[in-house]
């Protein structure tokens, strides 16, 4: 089969197209950065290089095509963010049904269930509500858990301050992902194309406390790290230090405040079951080592 595959080299979208190649397909992977070109001939795909802004280009890219994955970035210096991710939604709607792909597998996230609330994840209501809107495409919508690879932006704090954390308490539980357990559960669904109609199912990887997570951390290093609870201010200045715009920074810190508010995994506590097979511990014990010399 043909199958498209956005996101460029990204944490999901190059295990998938690896694996998408290994199973035979003809896989196009959309960057719009030139310089990926030859990183995704290696792996056995075609490159497309062009913006999910431009929809005359993902029209051309996607004709002929028998299925695709779609995702949408965050957008670092965004200053509406849920504006432009549901330009970039209309646009895949728009190229998906002008070039008449019939399958569709989307990267979502928990809390995409409601329109505003959960920050940067109710941006993604609208996506799967545009997408939605597509008549005779079968579409699946992946909502993915808190990314375990989000846990490197925290490195530094980890191995020179000693401490790890959040703008929530330690002691609530949350829905962890490795970004591979996506790419597995997109590869299944993109090689067998069973899926029909439009449904959405939660990946997540394994269920840990900030203060579980602190003690996985404390063991590998070897002392201790503790959960800290930041302030907001604290994680958007932090956020904003780092290249965000206040507005997406302020999007990162109300994801926070719907956890500790109880809100952002409402919808996933209906339908609680992990899938994917990677333990965070073994990510952990990874990471630390990769980076910590």
């Not at 190229?95 to 505003?116: F, R, W």
């Amino acid at each position: 089969m043909k199958i498209i595959i956005t996101g460029s080299l990204g944490n999901v979208s190059k295990p998938l197209a690896t694996q998408l190649v290994n199973a035979g397909h003809q896989v196009t992977v959309i960057s719009q950065d030139i310089n990926k070109t030859a990183a995704i001939k290696a792996l056995g795909a075609t490159a497309a290089i062009g913006s999910i802004t431009d929809a005359a280009f993902l029209t051309t890219t996607f004709k002929g095509a028998d299925a695709a994955y779609t995702m949408i970035p965050p957008i670092a210096t965004s200053g509406n963010y849920y504006q432009d991710v549901a330009a970039i939604a209309d646009n895949y709607r728009q190229a998906l049904a002008e070039a008449g792909v019939k399958h569709v597998v989307n990267l979502s996230a928990i809390g995409a269930e409601v329109p505003t609330g959960n920050g940067l994840s109710s941006a993604f209501y609208q996506v799967e509500e545009t997408l939605n809107q597509l008549p005779d495409t079968h579409i699946t919508h992946l909502r993915a858990g808190m990314f375990y690879t989000n846990f490197y932006g925290n490195l530094a704090m980890i191995l020179q301050q000693h401490i790890v954390g959040n703008n929530f308490p330690g002691d609530i539980q949350l829905a962890l992902v490795h970004p591979q357990d996506i790419a597995d559960a997109a590869a299944a669904s993109l090689s067998g194309l069973t899926f029909t109609g439009k449904s959405f199912r939660y990946i997540t990887s394994d269920e840990k406390t900030g203060n579980e997570i602190a003690q996985i951390f404390s063991t590998i290093v070897g002392q201790s790290i503790p959960w800290i609870a930041f302030p907001d201010e604290a994680l958007q200045q932090g956020a904003m230090q780092n290249g965000f715009s206040a507005h997406m920074a302020s999007l990162f810190a109300a994801v926070g405040i719907s956890i500790r508010e109880g809100r952002l995994f409402k919808g996933y506590a209906d339908h609680q079951t992990v899938t994917g097979k990677r333990k965070f511990e073994t990510f952990a014990a990874e990471m630390i080592p990769s980076l910590a010399v």
